[in-house]
């Protein structure tokens, strides 16, 4: 299937027109015409090789919502026409312990990532949603619930289910103290989740404009963290506390933020590690831990709980030519909170 859309061609080169070929359609396989495609910070640091060396062309996205143009003949799972979502993964190994607990996104033997990676034959490149059309294993795309506006589910697939899991895994709800820090594409559906999960939210931003927004999503406070000291004046009393900052940062000042027991979540992928300050660390028994994605069987209940709460992603529609500008804006805070490219203009 010929396929057209957008590509790098070459680490930190801008995005141009791209027309490619896709697999053909196996007996277990969905292809999709694209409707939206968003545009996480995770493309561009791929897109710019900051994670070490990618694979070039390269067409990002892994953020799809779209509409099933044909089914392979073993497909039971969706039928023509189906409004479905694609995320970060789009096969898995199918037998290790992880896969078999639909955590496929912790498979052993490693996911097959939706684009910067080879199939599992080892030789096909994955291409991403940039495009106007996808295709897409049964098993590894989930149904979009009727109600919602297809701009603003694309996000869900990768910014949505990243901060859903680890507020389910981590009890978010009522009586629970719940900070997000960053609030970009990740944090905003955070805040969104944990508002609607009923716990007590505070957004942590570097960004003071933000805060009609965030009141607006659902924020109990908001604390501007450009001047430190606002940190320090704070109760210690969160449960839990999930970083999604893409940036070089200081973990200290918000270890001190958790209670006995607490919880700071790693889901920002910066360049560099972390330092850890072991004495803030052990003085109230707190914990660092990471989270990455969901399974497909938390995609499609974190979908699920969006249809029922109403809940999508806040989006600017982009066309493709403006892709690269989209870039910029992202690397400096300046999206609300997510652009999504619409496909049909490919
Ligand atoms: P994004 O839309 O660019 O949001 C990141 C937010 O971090 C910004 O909106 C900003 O929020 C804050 N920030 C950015 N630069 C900062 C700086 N220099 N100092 C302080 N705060 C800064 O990015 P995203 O798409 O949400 O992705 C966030 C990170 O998560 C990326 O590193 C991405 O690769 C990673 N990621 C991880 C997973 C996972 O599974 N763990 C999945 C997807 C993405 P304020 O303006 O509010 O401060
Ligand atoms: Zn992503
Ligand atoms: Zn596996």
Redesign the pocket.
């Known amino acids: 299937m010929q396929s057209k859309g957008y590509a790098v061609l070459e680490a930190s080169k801008p995005l141009v027109p791209f027309t490619f070929s896709r697999r053909d359609l196996r007996p277990g396989d969905v292809a999709l015409s694209v409707s939206y495609a968003g ?7 791929q897109a710019r090789e900051e ?1 070490g060396p990618a694979l070039f062309p390269m067409v990002p996205g892994h953020e799809i919502a779209g509409i099933v143009t044909s089914v392979g003949s073993n497909v039971t799972k969706f039928k023509i026409g189906d409004r479905i979502g694609v995320g ?1 993964f789009i096969d898995s190994c199918r037998e290790c312990s992880s896969c078999k607990s639909g955590l496929e ?1 912790y498979c052993l033997q490693g996911m097959t990532g939706t684009y910067n990676n080879y199939e599992r034959d080892g030789k096909t490149l994955a291409q991403g949603g940039y495009a106007d059309s996808f295709i897409v294993d049964q098993d590894y795309a989930a149904s979009i619930p009727d109600n919602l506006d297809l701009a603003g589910v694309a996000p869900l697939l ?2 949505g ?2 901060l859903f899991s680890p507020l389910k895994n981590w009890g978010a709800g009522p009586g629970k103290k719940v900070g997000v ?9 955070g805040l969104k989740f944990s508002a609607a999960l009923g716990a007590h939210t505070t ?5 003071p404009s ?1 805060e009609q927004d ?1 009141r607006k999503m659902g924020a109990n406070d908001f604390v501007v ?2 001047n430190p000291k606002e940190l320090s004046k704070l109760d210690r009393d969160f449960d839990l506390i999930l970083n ?6 200081d973990l200290t000042p918000y270890l001190q933020l958790l209670k006995l027991d607490g919880t700071l979540v ?5 360049i560099n590690p972390y330092t850890i300050n072991t004495p803030v660390l052990l003085a109230q028994r707190r914990s660092i831990s ?4 969901g399974g497909i069987k938390e995609v499609q209940e974190m979908l699920d709980f969006c249809g029922k709460h109403n809940i999508v992603s806040e989006v600017e529609v982009v066309d493709p030519e403006y892709i690269n500008q989209a870039y910029e804006r ?4 300046d ?1 609300k ?2 652009f999504v490219i619409d496909a049909k203009k490919f």
């Not at 957004?203 to 960004?207: L, Y």
């Not at 999604?244 to 940062?249: G, H, Y």
């Not at 790693?266 to 910066?270: A, E, F, K, M, S």
């Open positions: 545009i996480c910070h995770s493309d561009i640091h994670w970060v996104q990768c910014a289910i990243t820090i960053g609030l970009g594409g990740l944090g905003h559906m957004v942590f931003s570097h960004s933000k965030a963290t450009s999604t900052v893409s940036a070089d940062m790693l889901i920002g992928l910066p990471g989270s990455m994605i992202t690397i400096s805070s999206v909170y997510r």
